[in-house]
């Protein structure tokens, strides 16, 4: 079961954790969005144990490791995947191919019989928890000094 964070409404209304969320929206998109968002998520999670699933913004799943890495978004004819620092992160292989033009984050959009590199993927997501990690140290050391 992957982590989550329990935000303090949960804690005091004991009510269903991100995880669950975020399970229950992959099973409302009765179509071809809920297998790709559930693969997507299976692939984040796998990239690192200490991701942190989170429901934010009354209904957006987050993936967090020291920081926001994406979120997973369905829309109608797609299903999105913003990452948070994404115009820091190298991307060879182009996963990228939304939200190129602004100074921090990158997307990916996913359409119906896309697929996506599941290792460059992997890689990506790595890269994403790298650099949230380092800008907390150096945030850290900043902080010291």
């Not at 982590?3 to 409302?28: C, D, F, L, V, Y």
């Not at 620092?85 to 990158?106: C, H, I, M, V, Y």
Request: glycine share 6%; charged share 20%; aromatic share 6%.
């Amino acid at each position: 079961m992957p982590k989550a964070a329990a935000s303090k409404e949960q804690a005091a209304n004991a009510g269903p954790s991100a995880s669950e969320h975020i399970t229950q929206r992959i099973a409302e998109l009765a179509d071809w969005r809920g297998p790709v968002l559930a693969h997507m998520r299976q692939l984040i999670l796998a990239a690192d144990l200490e991701v942190i699933e989170e429901w934010k913004w009354m209904g957006t799943p987050v993936w967090s490791h020291a920081g926001i890495l994406c979120t997973g978004e369905s829309y109608k004819d797609k299903v999105k995947l913003t990452f948070a620092k994404g115009a820091f992160l190298p991307d060879p292989t182009q996963l990228f191919n939304a939200s190129l033009e602004g100074n921090l984050r990158r997307a990916i959009d996913i359409v119906e019989g896309q697929h996506v590199n599941p290792a460059a993927f992997a890689t990506l997501v790595q890269q994403a928890i790298a650099f949230n990690l380092a800008s907390k140290a150096k945030s850290a050391k900043k902080a010291k000094t």
